[in-house]
């Protein structure tokens, strides 16, 4: 369990071995959500617990928000629904499936996110009460990241902007749901409260 309390703690991000990109330890959080934009739209308040109602639009605006408070170059050039990708920019963005997946699974033969052993590392509907929980409250996977099955789902990027991706399964999935390897594809501009995402920064 590790649970954070400062922002500093919430922005932690971790260096994914041989890869050209580092990885939020947590959920983006709500306290780390208000800090930049100044409100919160989660259903389940709680400042540890990571924000949701969520859409995809709203998080690649989040990320260049963040990379510029921070004097970062922006991942995203955004026009209306018209979003690019620069993907050598040093600046916060959402990872791809193969990134995603990747960080999920983290070199180990896992069915969940650590463990096959899905209480160990997720909340999901069987143990949630119905609700978020704060992150890092379960085990970590192998590279130290909390919450990568369950809780919420977390966006990636869309090569195809006509149909939103995310993975992780939630607090109200079903175990398979949680997989490591499971991608769940539904409208990029829906906001519901079991979506939120997870912060990824090129390194090269």
């Not at 999935?173 to 920064?201: M, N, P, Q, W």
Request: aromatic share 14%; glycine share 6%; net charge negative.
């Amino acid at each position: 369990m590790s649970e954070p309390t400062t922002l500093e703690e919430m922005k932690e991000m971790v260096e994914i071995p041989k890869k050209n990109y580092t990885v939020g330890k947590y959920l983006v959080t709500q306290a780390l959500w208000e800090s930049v934009k100044g409100n919160n739209p989660s259903r389940f308040k709680g400042s540890s617990r990571p924000v949701e109602k969520v859409n995809w639009f709203d998080c690649v605006e989040f990320c260049n928000k963040l990379s510029e408070k921070e004097g970062l170059e922006n991942a995203y050039t955004i026009n209306g629904e018209d979003v690019q990708c620069n993907f050598d920019s040093n600046g916060y963005r959402l990872p791809t499936e193969e990134e995603r997946e990747f960080a999920a699974k983290a070199n180990q033969d896992f069915e969940y996110a650590g463990s096959d052993n899905i209480d160990e590392v997720a909340w999901y509907r069987e143990n949630s009460n119905k609700k978020t929980h704060p992150v890092g409250q379960k085990k970590e996977n192998g590279f130290a990241l909390y919450d990568m099955s369950g809780n919420v789902w977390e966006w990636c990027w869309l090569e195809d902007i006509s149909y939103g991706v995310f993975s992780g399964g939630c607090w109200c999935s079903i175990e398979s749901d949680a997989s490591v390897s499971y991608f769940f594809k539904s409208d990029a501009s829906i906001r519901a409260y079991d979506l939120g995402f997870r912060l990824f920064r090129t390194t090269r």
